[in-house]
């Protein structure tokens, strides 16, 4: 059996993540190598985007092929319209 349950390091992490983007505030995530530190980030922009909390987000990334991969992550929900992101949020997405 496979346990999918988040870490409580991971749930403490994505708390301290809202709390400091929510005040403006730079974010490092110090977590294993493996443990979704960069699918965090994106949901968290996306958070942020879609809740009017930002109009803009900067992620940095180590190399640009990792900066452009976060970048199509981002992208996708938002562009495409069969997303569940572009269902729950249409106001935010591009319409094509």
């Known amino acids: 059996?496979?346990?999918d349950k988040p870490s409580d390091k991971f749930i403490e992490a994505l708390k301290e993540m809202e709390f400091a983007l929510s005040q403006s505030?730079?974010?490092?995530?110090?977590?294993?190598?493996?443990?979704?530190?960069t699918s965090a980030a994106e949901m968290a922009v996306l958070y942020l985007l879609a809740t009017g909390k930002r109009k803009f987000c900067v992620i940095i990334s180590n190399n640009?092929?990792?900066?452009?991969?976060?970048?199509?992550?981002?992208?996708r929900p938002i562009s495409?319209?069969?997303?569940?992101?572009?269902?729950d949020f249409p106001e935010v997405c591009l319409p094509f």
């Open 1 to 3: 059996m496979i346990d």
């Open 25 to 37: 505030r730079p974010y490092n995530i110090e977590l294993p190598r493996g443990q979704g530190k």
């Open 64 to 75: 640009h092929g990792a900066a452009s991969n976060i970048l199509k992550d981002i992208w």
């Open 80 to 87: 495409e319209k069969e997303t569940d992101f572009a269902h």
